[in-house]
Antibody, heavy 120, light 110 residues
Framework: QVQLVESGGGVVQPGRSLRLSCAAS????????MHWVRQAPGKGLEWVAA????????YYADSVKGRFTISRDNSNNMLYLEMNSLRADDTAVFYC?????????????WGQGTLVTVSS | QSALTQPPSVSGSPGQSVTISCTGT?????????VSWYQQPPGTAPKVIIY???NRPSGVPDRFSGSRSGSTASLTISGLQAEDEADYYC??????????FGGGTKLTVL
C-alpha cells in the first residue's frame, strides 16, 4: 500500500533553514507528481509546492516562492522541501502528498505530517 | 491567490443529507475540471473523497457526490452517519498554476 513518511521537522529559529524529507513506498514513485501541503495549528490546509513526475516542472505558492525549494530523487523514492528564511507564520504541520497521476492537481494520498515550529 | 469560500460549519441528523458549497472565481473553479474534496477527521491526515469535480476514488461510499455550477462547487453527503463528522476542504487548480484550498467546513452530525 502507498506509504509516505515525512521527517526533518522540529523547532527552528526565525531566519534559519530546515530540510524536510519524505520517503515514499508502495507505488512507482517516478510515475507521480508530488506535493507539499501545510496546516498551521488549528487552521486550514495551505498548498505549498508541487513537482511533476520527472522533477522537471515545479510550482510554488506565492507565500513561499523564493524561500522554499521542492526537489525529488527518483532513484531513492525521496521527496524534499528545502526551507530558507523561515518565519513564525511558517509554523505548521507539513504533509507530503502524492498526486493522482504524473502531473496531477489533486492529492490522492497523504503522509501523517511533520511539525515545523519557527520560534526564538 | 485568495482561498476558496466555504461555510465554516454545517450540521445534520443521521440519515439526512447535507451540502457544502465552495465558491471560487472564473480563474479557478469555473475554468477547470480540477476541483477536489477532502475529509479530515480530528487529529488525522486528510483523505480525498472527490476529485475532478465528481469522481469518487475506490473505497469512498457513493453517499458522497460532487457537482459544480459556474464558480461554485458542491459536496453532498446523503444518508449522514456519525462517522462522517469531520472537517471538509475543497481545492481547485488555478490559472496561476497553483492549487488553492477552501477555508474548511466543520460537519457536525447531531
Amino acid at each position: 500500500q502507498v506509504q509516505l513518511v515525512e521527517s526533518g521537522g522540529g523547532v527552528v529559529q526565525p531566519g534559519r533553514s530546515l530540510r524536510l524529507s519524505c520517503a515514499a513506498s508502495g507505488f512507482t514513485f517516478s510515475d507521480y507528481g508530488m506535493h507539499w501541503v501545510r496546516q498551521a495549528p488549528g487552521k486550514g490546509l495551505e498548498w505549498v509546492a508541487a513537482i511533476w513526475f520527472d522533477g522537471g516542472t515545479k510550482y510554488y505558492a506565492d507565500s513561499v516562492k523564493g524561500r522554499f525549494t521542492i526537489s525529488r530523487d527518483n532513484s531513492n523514492n525521496m521527496l524534499y522541501l528545502e526551507m530558507n528564511s523561515l518565519r513564525a507564520d511558517d509554523t505548521a504541520v507539513f504533509y507530503c502528498a502524492r498526486g493522482g497521476y504524473s502531473s496531477s492537481w489533486y492529492v490522492a494520498y497523504w503522509g501523517q505530517g511533520t511539525l515545523v515550529t519557527v520560534s526564538s | 491567490q485568495s482561498a476558496l469560500t466555504q461555510p465554516p460549519s454545517v450540521s445534520g441528523s443521521p440519515g439526512q443529507s447535507v451540502t457544502i458549497s465552495c465558491t471560487g472565481t472564473s480563474s479557478d473553479v469555473d475554468m477547470y475540471n480540477r476541483v477536489s474534496w477532502y475529509q479530515q477527521p480530528p487529529g488525522t491526515a486528510p483523505k480525498v473523497i472527490i476529485y475532478e469535480v465528481r469522481n469518487r476514488p475506490s473505497g469512498v461510499p457513493d453517499r458522497f457526490s460532487g457537482s459544480r455550477s459556474g464558480s461554485t462547487a458542491s459536496l453532498t453527503i446523503s444518508g449522514l452517519q456519525a462517522e462522517d463528522e469531520a472537517d471538509y476542504y475543497c481545492s481547485s487548480y488555478t490559472s496561476s498554476n497553483t492549487l488553492v484550498f477552501g477555508g474548511g467546513t466543520k460537519l457536525t452530525v447531531l
